[in-house]
């Protein structure tokens, strides 16, 4: 069983930067892939960028150039820094982790989630 926590969501304006945080409990967070997905109000929860026990990374095309995931093992967290924030980024964010990782962006591809943080940007 694995916990995830996210942390730093906020409300800022567009053009701005903010960095989530997503803490995970157990002894084999380096083992899972670790993804962030979002969901807007009314929208279904849509990919965002996500990581594999060896690093490889994977974004959204809506993300490419903006967001960096990254992750330290040594800390059992994961972390997704966003710059350049638009007002289509505004949603609630989710961390997730997955023993698979052959499709890193599918919802279905994760085990475990977390509650989400709220990321409002505004215009």
């Known amino acids: 069983q694995v916990q995830l926590a996210e942390s730093g969501g906020g409300l800022v304006q567009a053009g701005a930067s903010l960095r989530l945080s997503c803490a995970a409990s157990?002894?084999?967070?380096?083992?899972?892939?670790m993804g962030w997905f979002r969901q807007a109000p009314g929208k279904e929860r849509e990919f965002v960028a996500a990581?594999?026990?060896?690093?490889?990374?994977y974004y959204a095309d809506s993300v490419k150039g903006r967001f960096t995931i990254s992750r330290d093992n040594a800390k059992n967290t994961v972390y997704l820094q966003m710059d350049s924030l638009k007002p289509e980024d505004t949603a609630v964010y989710y961390c997730?982790?997955?023993?698979?990782?052959?499709?890193?962006?599918?919802?279905?591809?994760?085990?475990?989630w977390g509650q989400g943080t709220q990321v409002t940007v505004s215009s």
């Open positions: 997730a982790a997955g023993v698979r990782y052959a499709l890193p962006r599918r919802v279905d591809n994760y085990d475990y």
């Open positions: 990581v594999s026990w060896g690093s490889t990374k």
């Open positions: 157990g002894r084999t967070f380096g083992s899972y892939t």
